[in-house]
């Protein structure tokens, strides 16, 4: 069987301005001690293996070392309470790399799962702003980034990222994050949006 997922996901991270293992491909190290991240991902369609994951919403929290690259990374799954057995089941399967695609490639460096813990999600997507809710654990905004009068955003592109190869530069508005043991909070932090289509 197959799966296919696509939708928006948008990212915050305890670096200052533009996180430099993104722009690096995880070879550059973190402006903090720690690269202190959350992912998160709107689903606008998708299917596991029969099961419809279409309208839910999920996010990754990890703690990597410094240069993301090394591995040893902690990670957890925070799911939309929406979500069914079923589905939770079908998405943390694709989460843990067990049915390939993009989620794969992380395997090799995490070095600690930390579970799933569902919370309510209130997904928010507004012209250049998205923000996420999961109840007391997570709510960051973002804001896309434009520079003078120029009409397409700021853009990364030809990144390494299991997101996309191209991302928005869209730093936090409002960061508070506080799940696993991850917390981290504050406005003006690291930031980027896309689309997303993963398949497997």
Not at 2 to 11: I, K, P, Q, S, V
Not at 57 to 79: E, H, I, Q, R
Not at 128 to 152: M, N, P, W, Y
Request: charged share 15%; hydrophobic share 40%; with cysteine.
């Amino acid at each position: 069987m197959t799966w296919t997922l696509e939708g928006t996901y948008f990212e915050n991270c305890s670096c200052d301005t533009i996180c430099p293992c993104t722009w690096s491909g995880l070879t550059a190290p973190a402006t903090h001690d720690r690269c202190l991240a959350m992912l998160a991902f709107h689903v606008d369609s998708g299917d596991i293996e029969g099961v419809d994951v279409g309208g839910l919403t999920f996010a990754l929290v990890v703690d990597s070392p410094p240069v993301m690259s090394d591995g040893g990374w902690k990670l957890g799954v925070v799911m939309d309470s929406a979500a069914s057995d079923k589905q939770a089941s079908a998405l943390g399967r694709v989460l843990g790399g067990e049915l390939g695609g993009p989620p794969a490639m992380l395997g090799p460096l995490i070095g600690e799962m930390a579970g799933i813990e569902k919370a309510p999600a209130e997904w928010r997507q507004s012209g250049a702003e998205i923000s996420v809710r999961f109840g007391d654990l997570i709510d960051v905004a973002v804001k896309t980034q434009f520079s003078g009068h120029i009409s397409e955003p700021v853009q990364l592109v030809n990144v390494f990222h299991p997101a996309n190869s191209t991302l928005t530069v869209s730093p936090a508005t409002r960061s508070k994050v506080d799940a696993f043991g991850v917390r981290f909070d504050g406005a003006g932090t690291s930031g980027f949006c896309a689309p997303y289509s993963w398949s497997g």
